[in-house]
Every structure is written in structure tokens, then in C-alpha cells.
Nanobody
């Protein structure tokens, strides 16, 4: 009932910037916390950043000071501003959302987007 669609990925040189967007549609009232994750070839998927509906954020140590997560609840969209990109940031970036079910149950990472490729060249 909820779909997440990422956009904004691409190829950028080291030191450059990209802005990723994740648009949610469907039963968006059921969405709780949201976040960005990434997975590089041969590596496990890792958390990049999370944000609550109230705006509280959490970042992986590897992106602190360079990435900023934000959300616009009215537009049902979460963003990831990525600055000072490094080749190590190359990965498929996924948007995820927790589901708030019947106002009392939270299903973690119930919804996932298809991912958007970010490639940083040196």
C-alpha cells in the first residue's frame, strides 16, 4: 500500500554533491521513521542516516559532516543532501520506511524503494 521511489543518483567527481529524493505514495499516513541505506558490491547494506517525523536525525560515522537528511511531511518526501563525496560513497542507495500499524505497532523497514545508483569517480 506504500511505494517508495528514489531519484537523484548519478555519476559525480570526488568532492562533488548530489541530492537524493525519496517520494512516498499510497497509505503514507502509516509511515513512521524513514532512512537512507546503501550497499556497495560485495558489501553488506549499511545505514546512512535516519530521521523521525519530528525531525530527529542519526548518521553513520562515515558520513557525519558531509551528508544531511531531511524530510517534508506535507510532500511525503525524504531527502539526502550529499556533499564532499568520496569514491568510498559509491553504492546503491535505498530509501526505507517504518510502518506504524493500527497506531500501536511499528514494523521496522517495512517499505523499501528500488534504489538509485551513486557513483563517485576519482
Amino acid at each position: 500500500q506504500v511505494q517508495l521511489v528514489e531519484s537523484g543518483g548519478g555519476l559525480v567527481q570526488a568532492g562533488g554533491s548530489l541530492r537524493l529524493s525519496c517520494a512516498a505514495s499510497g497509505s503514507t499516513f502509516s509511515i513512521n521513521d524513514m532512512g537512507w541505506y546503501r550497499q556497495a558490491p560485495g558489501k553488506q547494506r549499511e545505514l546512512v542516516a535516519t530521521i523521525t517525523r519530528e525531525g530527529s536525525t542519526n548518521y553513520a560515522d562515515s558520513v557525519k559532516g558531509r551528508f544531511t537528511i531531511s524530510r517534508d511531511n506535507a510532500k511525503n518526501t525524504v531527502y539526502l543532501q550529499m556533499n564532499s563525496l568520496k569514491p568510498e560513497d559509491t553504492a546503491v542507495y535505498y530509501c526505507a520506511a517504518d510502518r506504524k500499524y493500527l497506531s500501536t505497532i511499528v514494523i521496522p523497514k517495512a517499505y523499501w524503494g528500488q534504489g538509485t545508483q551513486v557513483t563517485v569517480s576519482s
